[in-house]
């Protein structure tokens, strides 16, 4: 499928009910003041540089949408469907809150063309989200989520880690109760302390602890593969880089890689092939074959996961050799020449889960 251009319309914590611990709109978007007159700039500046021949989208990011006044919302709306109209645009999503979708929204954003709704979840755990502060309970998302399907739009789910009282069971469960719903797609965050934000305090005074980022990638990697043995798209691992997205800015702690995603599947390769059970002596000649992109991840950043499979394999004679006849495998010659198939030993690891 062609890659889906986004005009991303920034609607910084307007209008939400809420203040999640974690949250400090403001920031994470790098958008502070709203002005309604500089959506249309943001959608022709857009437009200018797309090439015509990709599908284009709106999106309404950063905030609640549905949670804005009802006025404001249908003026963004309508703004954005004025460009689906003439063809401009192909598509409008935006994000919001479980409890604030019903059949009255839900039977506004059809008229104006929306195609996308995307809800942060963030946990299906009743503690997580009350430690998080949420405001709403485990049963507004499967509510919403199964409201937005019956309607007929393609629904994201968005998913974070580490969040205060969370655990590995929990985000695992949480991922098997996002699979249940049948997203189209999902996007997995994990949790930063951001400045000005309740967590910072938390953190401060000893309240909470973030992951490390071993911790982090660890357990995204599982919910990488939980997902994708689902065939459930993941758009998204981690969080957009942006300005003010680095420790000497907004973020204080917490598993923040400008290649997060990267370090992930670097990691579900390393998990594959361990799963594999190859029969490897110590100290053997070693080459692994793989599409460019698994052999990218194979060596992982500078070298890391090179470096842990050197270990698992008890050897340092590993070579690394790109063969882009290799889809979904990896094949490994030593002194017996081995095939190994990435999704089939991804189902055999998440079947235990
Ligand atoms: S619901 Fe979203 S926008 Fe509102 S406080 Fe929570 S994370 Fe921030």
């Keep these: 499928m062609a890659k889906i251009n986004i005009i991303p319309i920034f609607v910084p914590h307007l209008g939400c009910p809420n203040d999640c611990v974690f949250c400090n709109q403001k920031r994470i978007t790098g958008v502070s003041n709203f002005d309604i007159n500089n959506v249309l700039k943001t959608i022709e500046d857009h437009l200018s540089y797309f090439s015509p021949l990709s599908p284009r989208e709106i999106a309404f990011y950063g905030g609640s949408f549905t949670a804005i006044e009802e006025d404001l919302q249908k003026e963004l709306l309508s703004i954005a469907k004025s460009y689906k109209d003439r063809g401009l645009v192909d598509g409008i999503r935006l994000s919001t809150r479980p409890d604030c979708i019903d059949d009255h929204v839900l039977t506004y954003l059809k008229g104006y063309g929306v195609d996308t709704i995307e809800l942060g979840i963030q946990s299906t755990n009743e503690k997580v989200l009350n430690l998080s502060k949420r405001g709403h309970d485990r049963s507004s998302i499967f509510y919403a989520s199964k409201l937005i399907k019956e309607a007929g739009f393609k629904l994201g789910l968005q998913q974070m880690l580490g969040l205060p009282g969370d655990s590995q069971e929990y985000s695992i469960e949480t991922c098997k109760e996002i699979i249940g719903l049948k997203p189209d797609f999902v996007r997995i965050y994990p949790t930063l302390v951001i ?89 053997e000649n070693i080459s692994l074959y793989s599409n460019a992109r698994n052999n990218a991840l194979l060596v992982g950043q500078r070298g890391s996961n090179k470096e842990n499979l050197k270990k698992l394999f008890k050897t340092d004679k590993i070579k690394f050799k790109v063969d882009n006849t290799l889809a979904d495998q990896i094949k490994i010659i030593a002194e017996k020449t081995y095939l190994v198939d990435i999704k089939e030993n991804i189902k055999k690891i998440v079947k235990g889960w």
Excluded: W
């Design 195 to 283: 400045k000005n934000t309740e967590l910072e305090h938390m953190y401060l005074n000893g309240t909470y602890k973030p992951l490390t980022l071993d911790e982090a990638v660890d357990l995204a990697s599982k919910l990488i593969m939980l997902y994708e043995n689902s065939n459930i798209e993941i758009i998204r691992v981690g969080l957009q880089a942006t300005e003010n997205l680095k420790f000497d800015k907004d973020v204080v702690a917490g598993p923040l890689h400008d290649a997060f995603r990267e370090l992930c599947e670097s990691k579900k390769l390393y998990m594959v092939l361990k799963a594999a059970k190859l029969d490897i002596r110590e100290n």
